[in-house]
C-alpha cells in the first residue's frame, strides 16, 4: 500500500555534501555522563505511522496511528538511541498486526533498546460502522484510540484510552421548563486497565455499544426523518446528567471480565454555556 | 504591568562565546536576488503579546494577542527585516490603545519596513461582561477576535473576524418529534469589511448583541434555576436551523453603518451528530 | 474492513420511544423562506470517515479523511437536506477510490442535492515511503493533504493543498556566526489550481520531492548516524530564508502542467524564537 | 476594565417565553442518588475568564485564564450546582488578585459546594518581558503556566505546571559532521509540587531564568543582528540532547525551597524530523 518514492536522485542533483572519510561516526549517545540521574522515559513522540489494528471479527482495519515510544535511560548514559524506535515501528507498519495487547511489541521495544523500563502509546481514529436505529441507513463512526504499554521492574501494564462523542439531556432543564430541555453533544472518555488474561473478551466495537448505553442517546453519522424523530424523544426521555452517565458507565465497566481498573470522565459540551460541564469517576486504577 | 526580568546575567556565567571582532555584520537580507520574483508576504506569524483594545466605553482592555505581520518584498531584494515588525510590537504593547481601525499601525509597518504592501492581523480573546437573562448574575464571557488590516497599492482596507457560542434548536426535531427537540452549541463566524468613516458606530460588545439575536437563543457564562428555565423555553420556542441564523445575521449585518461587506458562517456542533451542520452568506466582501 | 455492529438491540432494551403514527413526517426544510436570501454555503463538515485515494503507481491508500461538502441554497428554500450528503459520503467510502480529481465527486453531489453550486474539501494525511539518504532506512512519512471541488455556474474548479516537513538553515545565521547557524522545522504549504486536462501528470508523491527540492534539507522519518551527517552538512551547505523557499518552490511549480495556479507559503518554527517567520507568493490562482 | 452589556432588552423583543407561576423550580440536582457511587469530580471545565495574576515585584498581571473547577460528589447525591463556581471565579475576576498559592481559592470552592474534596486548575499565557543578550532590544514572551490545588482528606496539595519554548542544539549532530549541527525549538514543561511555606521565593518569572539555564539556548522574542550571532555561537558551543537539559533542570529544581517535588520534560521539534524527541524525570511528586 505504501509506494516506495526515493527523493535521494533529485536530491544528489543539488549541492549534497559527500561523506567524509571520518567513518566510523562517534556513537555520542553512548557517552558516559556523571549527574547520576536515571531519567523516567527517553523517546519520539508525535511520529505519525500507518499501522494495522486487530477488529472484533479477526481482521484488521489500517489507521492513521501517532505514537510515542521511550525507554528508561539509567544515570550513566547520556541519551538514547532514538531511531530504533521507528526502525521498530516502520517493520510493524508494513504488514504486522496490532492486538488491543501491545505485550509483543514493547518487549521487542526493551529488547532493541536494551532497556529494562520502557513505555509506548499507539492513538488514532478507529471506524466502527454504525447503523441509524430506525431506516436502514449506516455509516462509519471514528472514535478515538489510544493503546498503551508500560514495562516497569519486569512487569507490563497494558491500557487503553477511549473517547467517543454521545449525547445528554439535561435532567433539571426538563423539569422545570414548560417545553424543551437543554441537550448536547458530550465526550465520553474511558481510560482502561486491561487484565490480559481475559484481553479476547474486550473490542473497541463492544465499547461503543457500552459507552451508546450509558448516554441520553447515542450519535450517528447519519439519520434520516424517521431516526431524528426517535433520537430527539429517546434523549429526551432518557434525560441524564453527567454524573449519571458517569455512574452508568461505571457499573458497565465493573463487570468487564478484561477491565482490571478504570477511569471515566464524560465532558458535556453545554449549548447553553461556552463552557462545559464534567464528571470523572476511577476505580482501581493504580492496583 | 510587565516586570522586566534579565536573564543575562545568569546566562552569561555558563560557557558563552564573546562577540568576535569582525562587526559591522553583513546584511545578508539586504542581498540582491536575481530569481525575478516578488512575494505577496514576508513577515512573522504566531507572535504572542499583551495589547490594549479601546472597548466601547472609551476605557481599554489588556488582550493576550497572537499577531500576524508582513510586508510584500520586491523581486531584486532577497530577504525582509523581521525583528522590525516585533520592535514595533512590543512598542505598541507598552501602552498604545488599538482602535477597530489598524490604520495607523499598519501605516507605521510600512513606513519602518520602507514597503509598499502591507498585512497585519491581531487575534484575541476579548472579554465582555453578560448578564443572565432572569436573575442578577452575570459574568464576563470570551468572544474571539481578529483585527486585520491590509495596504496594497495606496489603500488600506480594514477587517474585522468575529467568532462566538450561540446555540440553535433544530425546526425539523421539533416539528416532527412527540415533544423535545435537538439543540446544541454553535459557533457564529463574522467576517466584516469596515468602513472607517464609519467605524466609531461599531463595537465588539455590541456585535455579541447583534450575534445573541439571530440566534436560537444566546449562551450565558453564568445561569441560576430560573435562568436556565428561560434559556429551555426561549430556545425551544425560537427554532432555527443554521441557514435561519445566518440569514436573520445577515439582515442585522447589512444596515450596519460601519460594515461594508461581510460573510458569516454559523456552525452548529450537532447534538445528535459528531460533525457539524453549517451555513454561510457572502455579501459585498471583495468589492 | 468495516465491521458492521448494530446497536440496535441493546439500546432496546432502555425505556427508547415507539414511533408514533404520525408519518410521513414533515420535511421542515423544504418549508419556504421569505427573506430573500440565497446562500452560499449549507452542508456539513468535520465529518470524518475512511476513504481510498488513488496512488501514484495505481494502487490506493486507505486515508482517515475529515471531509466538508456543501451546497448554495436557492433564497426560497429553508433549509437542505444535509443527511444526502453523509449517504453519499459512506457510498464512496465503501470501496470506490478518490482520484486527485474530485470532478465525478462534486457533480454527484449536485445531482443528489439538485444544487447548481457545491462545495467539497477531503482533508487527510497521506503516507509516503521516505528513503534515508545515506543509509538503506526507510518508513513512511505522513503528508497532509486535501483535495477540494467547487462548483459555480457550471464550471468545476479542483484544487489541491498539501502541507509537508522541510527544514530551513539561515542565511543571515551563517554569514555572522564563527561557527554553526540556527535551522529548524519549516512547513511548506502548497494550494494548487489544477487543470484537469493534465491531472495525470500530478502525483501526491512527486509534490513530496519538488517540496524537497525548495528546502535547505528534506526532513526524514528514520535516519541513522552516517544520515544525520548528511542531513547536518547538507542544511549548512544549502542555507535559505524562507523567502528563498518561497521563490524557489513557485519556479517549480510555473512548470508543472497540471498546476493552472498556486499560491506557497512556508512557515519557520525559529529556533531563535518563540514565533515563526513565514513568506508567500501567488499565481494565476484567482484567474 | 470590564463593561457591563445587557442583551436582555434586545433579546425580550423576541417571543421569549414568560416564567411561568411555578416556582420554586425543584433542585434536580439535589435529587438522592442510589447507585452508591461516589464521583471523583463534577465541575466545570474550558471556562474562560480574565483573572489577576501576582507578579515577582507585587504588581498583578491581567490573563486570559482558562478555568477548570470541581468537587467530589457523596454516593448519595444526584448532581452538583455548576453554577456556584462561575459564581465564585466571577467574583475573583472583578479585583481579587490570585497568588502562586490558590489554597484560599480552593478553600472558598469547598465551602460554597459544601465539599470535603475539590480541585481548581487555572492555566494563561504569562507575559514576561525579555532582554536581548546583546542589544538593548527587549518584548514581552509568553509562557504557559496553570496554578492547580487539590483537597483531599482535610490535605490541600498546590501545583504548578510551567511551559516555556527553549532552543537545544544536538550534539551527536556536532560530533559527527564537518560543519553546522542540527538545533531546533524545544518545549520545556515543568510540572511542580509546591511547598507553601516557602512559596514566597518562587516567581513565574524566576523560572523562566532557571529554563533558559538548562537549555542549549534561550529563544527571545526579539533579536537584532549581534543578538542572533551571539544565539548561534552560544547554541553551537553548547550542545544539549533533550535528556541533558532535562538532567540540568532537574539539577536547579531540586535545590528550590519552594518545589517539594517535581517532573520535568522537555520534547524538541527535530529540525530532521517531522516528530520530536523528548525526555522526562520525575522526583518526589507522589509523596
Avoid at 561516526?25 to 508525535?46: F, H, M, N, T, Y
Wanted: charged share 20%; proline share 5%; net charge negative.
Amino acid at each position: 500500500m505504501m509506494v516506495t518514492t526515493s527523493p535521494k536522485p533529485v536530491l544528489s542533483e543539488l549541492k549534497a555534501p559527500t561523506l567524509s572519510a571520518q567513518l566510523p561516526l562517534e556513537d555520542v549517545q553512548g557517552r558516559p555522563d556523571s549527574r547520576g540521574i536515571a531519567l523516567k522515559e527517553a523517546g519520539v513522540c508525535g511520529v505519525k505511522m500507518p499501522l494495522q489494528i486487530r477488529q472484533k471479527d479477526g481482521t484488521s482495519q489500517q489507521v492513521a496511528a501517532t505514537v510515542t515510544m521511550s525507554v528508561g535511560l539509567p544515570p550513566q548514559e547520556k541519551g538514547t538511541h532514538m531511531s530504533r524506535f521507528v526502525v521498530q515501528l516502520a517493520q510493524w507498519s508494513r504488514g504486522k498486526v496490532l492486538n488491543l495487547s501491545l505485550k509483543s511489541f514493547i518487549e521487542e521495544m526493551a529488547n532493541r533498546l536494551d532497556a529494562t523500563s520502557a513505555y509506548v502509546s499507539v492513538s488514532f481514529p478507529f471506524f466502527i460502522d454504525k447503523k441509524a436505529p430506525v431506516t436502514d441507513g449506516s455509516a462509519p463512526m471514528a472514535v478515538h484510540c489510544a493503546l498503551t504499554a508500560q514495562l516497569e521492574q519486569g512487569t507490563i501494564t497494558l491500557g487503553l484510552q477511549y473517547k467517543m462523542a454521545i449525547a445528554t439531556l439535561c435532567p433539571c432543564s426538563k423539569a422545570i421548563s414548560e417545553y424543551g430541555a437543554h441537550n448536547q453533544r458530550a465526550e465520553l472518555m474511558m481510560n482502561l486497565r486491561l487484565d490480559e488474561s481475559a484481553i479476547d473478551t474486550l473490542s473497541l466495537e463492544d465499547l461503543m455499544i457500552l459507552g451508546d448505553q450509558a448516554a441520553s442517546c447515542p450519535v450517528f453519522p447519519l439519520l434520516k426523518r424517521a431516526d431524528e424523530k426517535w433520537v430527539t424523544e429517546r434523549q429526551y426521555t432518557n434525560a441524564k446528567f453527567v454524573e449519571d452517565v458517569v455512574r452508568d458507565m461505571a457499573l458497565l465497566l465493573r463487570v468487564q471480565p478484561a477491565v482490571a481498573g478504570f477511569s471515566v470522565r464524560v465532558e458535556a459540551l453545554e449549548s447553553i454555556h461556552d463552557h462545559n460541564a464534567f464528571a470523572s469517576y476511577e476505580e482501581r486504577l493504580q492496583a
